[in-house]
């Protein structure tokens, strides 16, 4: 439906030789004073105001913001385009594939299901560092890339063919984040509309990678969303929200020489997750602001998931427009930002300050080098207590301590040694640091001072190199640093997330053998966003996250048992010790290499074909029709069962009768330990369906390679070998107790599951604080559900998972205030009553459900569970069983 401009606020700006038809934020008091995050959502809902999904109350609402109050307004934001990875975007497809038919099956036409706005989705999670420290680790993995995942590609590329206004960056090519800054934004979006004129607005954006929000730092406002939302915005559905908080954070001061950004966005993750941001926007201002680099702000925007907040975002500025001159943008393109931005009032003031709910600071000439660990981004650690830290941590994993070196002969023949806190991965890689030139070319210079002294990487690390985008390859050659980086062990291995999502790939074999033999406690260190438990290899246990020239100074000193200041790295060839203060570049060497060594040709030319791939892409043998062709022998693209028995008409929702609980967790259990990621063994229940369907061990892949087998992935959810299951204490990994035989065997939790299923028994789960934290990983909700589980109770979530819960049928209810799952005496052994749910099949959403726990031998325990069904679109989706019942349904009635 049309914008029935209630507000009169449909203008024309003359930009050039072009006019665009622009809705004024000037025709509505009180948007002037709004921090610029809501100005842009403010806009959003002018445009599409159709009195129907948005109101000119919504508009009014937003206009006359209470910076102060608890969000409680709802609103429908409309992104201008979706973006995707192929871990989870892989699904989104299969899923449109399955609606064509669903929608047939209920009498609609299947071509009707299309993405309604731009889907582009990047090819960069499947490549795995099977090879390195070799010239052909690169060529080698990308082959192995290919014969692992040939099935995927090929159904992407169909989607690519069958389905309009969906667009595919190849394998080989980029970091979807850093893809997304460089190339894909348009920062201000056009389109014709109905009459043939030009609509301008800000470009909008939801992802289905948490870490979209890197593109907050060019000022496009965006988020991570789980694949079942995106696939509804895809579908024309707004994202349903409350009007949140915004945190302004101020920055002043300059970066002092010696730090990087990864040391300042450390800092600010730290401070912000402390001040607690969950559900919040943060805006960054300040006249500080303008000094700040654009790939600093993307660094620092990429981090907004470890901070908790839905975005993390800067206004656009001189230093926006900078960026998309260099970065092959047309001047047409950045003449409409520029008038545009200023014309609507959303150009950067430094000497203003809006108004918002919360306020910090952080003066930059304060931060020091750090690096974080060992298992959560937020846990920084200064850089030169970093050996202190390492010291206190080692007892939680290796309770006797550094002890006799174990001995390993490596595959050439030669002996060296290990222990606990060797550094077994050290990896530059993922898209918070690849992307900025600062800290790749800091990593650069440090590896040719190294060189020249004669240092070299520690013979147990394992050591890669894998840019974000083709422009970093380009840089480095016309740098001449390659070479020096290749005698390090860093050499290319792919272009693509790679360490950072568990492609770690497998430590050198005698490496391996020794952890597992003498149990030890290896470290992992690298330039990525995540360093969560369990996630980068199945063989190192703690992880820490550093900037790309301190993975490079750990890869030398080989251990985090050291001290940079008083340990030396080596000793160059004239015996002298080498300290890391001895080859750590200056800030004057960096920006003089960064200005004489990247150019705007270097993108036009990374990106002129970006869609159209290599030969093995080209070359891909693919499916042709409107609907796909499922090979039911496929281990990897199987068509799920989310529409199976559905009707048009929704079955009423149910009170929970009989319910076990399946698992009992506690604090910050994160999307990773729920959901299926990294590689598994053949032992598990995931290993054993694939060996049944004659697959090889070591074609097994990764878990996100196969995103698009729903039995795969089921197996896999609650499967993290570092999960604590409190049903079954001092057991490690996905292991429950199955109540339905009389001896309540510890089986894993998908046998379990399916036991469960078998005897019609519903289950809960039973969570802690900040249930759900990290990634927007949609199998974590999906896997959730089909395991049965039909609630989950925790004393917190984090945003995106709770909504993801709910979209796929999975109540979310939190315990009382002040209550936990062991303040009220709940084992895991509990049956579970919950009632009050159906009071939503008369349009109200309860507040809270009674629920009743009883168990054999002890009193019934009895709580009012606060419903987490926080907007009426919510609670529609509820209804219909998740929200891709609730959009087919939909859909479907349009005929």
């Known amino acids: 439906m049309a914008s029935i401009d209630s507000f009169g606020a449909r203008s024309t700006l003359p930009v050039g030789q072009r006019e665009y038809v622009i ?152 970091i979807v984040h850093q893809v997304n800054i460089e190339h894909l934004a348009r920062t201000v979006f056009t389109r014709e509309v109905g009459d043939g004129s030009i609509e301008a607005y800000p470009d909008t954006c939801v992802g289905t990678d948490s870490h979209t929000t890197m593109v907050n730092g060019l000022g496009v406002l965006g988020w991570g969303v789980g694949g079942i939302e995106a696939e509804a915005a895809m579908l024309g559905q707004p994202v349903s929200m409350l009007i949140p908080k915004v945190v302004g954070f101020k920055l002043s001061g300059a970066i002092p020489s010696g730090v990087t950004a990864t040391d300042v966005v450390l800092t600010i993750t730290q401070m912000l997750r402390a001040h607690g941001v969950v559900g919040k926007f943060v805006e960054f201002y300040g006249e500080s602001v303008g000094a700040v680099p654009l790939a600093n702000r993307a660094t620092i925007g990429n981090m907004s998931p470890e901070f908790g907040s839905t975005a993390a975002i800067f206004p656009i500025d001189e230093v926006t427009l900078d960026y998309l001159r260099l970065t092959g943008r047309s001047e047409e393109s950045i003449a409409l930002v520029e008038a545009y931005t200023k014309a609507q009032g959303l150009w950067h003031d430094p000497s203003r300050e809006a108004t918002y709910s919360e306020y910090l600071e952080l003066d930059l000439s304060t931060v020091v080098p750090s690096i974080a660990g060992p298992k959560r981004p937020q846990d920084r650690i200064v850089l030169s207590e970093s050996k202190g830290a390492f010291g206190r941590a080692i007892g939680t994993y290796a309770p006797e301590g550094v002890r006799e070196d174990v001995v390993v002969t490596m595959e050439d023949g030669t002996a060296t040694r290990l ?41 147990w690390v394992k050591t890669s190199m894998a840019p974000g985008s083709k422009v970093v390859t380009d840089y480095y050659d016309k740098a001449g640093l390659w070479a020096d980086l290749d005698a390090l062990g860093f050499n290319l291995v792919g272009y693509g997330c790679a360490t950072c999502i568990g492609n770690s790939g497998p430590l050198p074999e005698a490496v391996s053998a020794a952890v597992r033999e003498h149990d030890l406690a290896v470290v992992s260190v690298l330039s990525g966003n995540r360093n969560f438990e369990g996630r980068i290899n199945p063989d190192v246990k703690m992880n820490y996250l550093a900037s790309p020239p301190l993975v490079i100074a750990y890869a030398l000193a080989g251990t985090m048992d050291f ?105 910050s259990v994160t999307t990773d330990h729920i959901s299926p990621a990294g590689s598994f063994k053949p032992e598990t229940p995931a290993g054993r369906y694939l060996l049944a369907h004659g697959v090889e061990r070591r074609d097994f892949n990764s878990y996100g390679s196969r995103r698009g087998n729903h039995e795969v992935m089921i197996r896999g959810t609650f499967a993290n070998i570092r999960i604590r299951n409190e049903v079954v204490p001092g057991v490690e990994g996905g292991f429950t107790k199955d109540f339905t035989k009389a001896d309540a065997p510890v089986v894993p939790v998908y046998d379990a599951a399916q036991a469960y299923l078998a005897a019609g028994v519903p289950l809960v789960v039973l969570g802690g604080k900040e249930y759900g934290s990290g990634s927007s990983r949609d199998w974590a909700a999906k896997g959730t559900s089909l395991l049965g589980v039909k609630a989950v109770i925790t004393e917190s979530f984090e945003r995106i998972h709770r909504s993801n819960l709910i979209g796929m049928g999975v109540l979310p209810l939190q315990f009382p205030a002040g209550q936990t799952r062991d303040s009220l005496g709940l084992t ?16 109200v959403t309860p507040k809270t459900v009674k629920v009743v726990a009883t168990r054999e031998g002890a009193d019934p325990i009895e709580f009012d569970a606060v419903v987490r069904i926080d907007t009426p679109g919510e609670a529609d989706y509820y209804r219909n069983g998740g929200i891709l019942r609730y959009v087919l349904r939909e859909l479907a009635k349009r005929g």
């Open 23 to 174: 809705h004024r934020l000037d025709a509505v008091p009180g948007t002037e004073k709004l921090p610029y995050c809501l100005k842009v959502l403010a806009e959003n809902l002018l445009r599409t105001e159709d009195g129907a999904n948005v109101t000119a109350d919504q508009v009014r609402a937003l206009a006359n913001w209470d910076p102060t109050a608890e969000p409680d307004t709802e609103i429908q934001f409309t992104p201008a385009r979706v973006v995707m990875q192929d871990f989870t975007g892989v699904p989104c497809i299969v899923d449109l594939a399955t609606m064509r038919e669903a929608v047939a099956d209920l009498g609609g036409d299947p071509t009707r299901i299309n993405p309604l706005a731009p889907a582009e989705m990047v090819i960069d999670h499947s490549v795995q560092i099977d090879v390195f420290g070799r010239p052909d680790a690169f060529e080698r993995n990308v082959e192995r890339e290919y014969e692992r995942n040939g099935e995927r590609y090929q159904f992407l590329r169909w989607g690519q063919g069958a389905f309009d206004n969906f667009r595919v960056v190849p394998p080989g090519t980029g």
């Open 419 to 459: 222990n606990h806190g060797d550094v077994a991965i050290a990896s530059i890689t993922s898209c918070t640091n690849t992307s900025n030139p600062s800290v790749m070319l800091a990593a650069g210079l440090l590896a040719r001072k190294a060189v020249a002294r004669g240092l070299r990487s520690k013979p």
């Open 563 to 667: 001290d940079f200041e008083t340990q030396p790295l080596g000793q160059d060839p004239d015996g002298g010790d080498v300290y890391l203060r001895d080859i750590w570049p200056s800030a004057e060497e960096v920006q003089q290499t960064i200005d004489t060594a990247i150019t705007r040709e270097m993108f036009e030319g990374s990106y002129k074909d970006v869609f159209a791939g290599d030969a093995r892409w080209q070359g891909l043998d693919t499916p042709e029709g409107d609907v796909f062709a499922w090979d039911e022998a496929s281990t990897y693209v199987r068509k799920p069962p989310y529409f199976e028995g559905m009707g048009m008409t929704a079955e009423p929702v149910s009170d929970i009768h009989g319910a076990r609980v399946l698992l009992k967790l506690g604090d």
């Open 828 to 843: 895991g052994q509990e049956t579970f009553e919950i009632t009050g749910i159906e009071a939503l099949n008369e349009g």
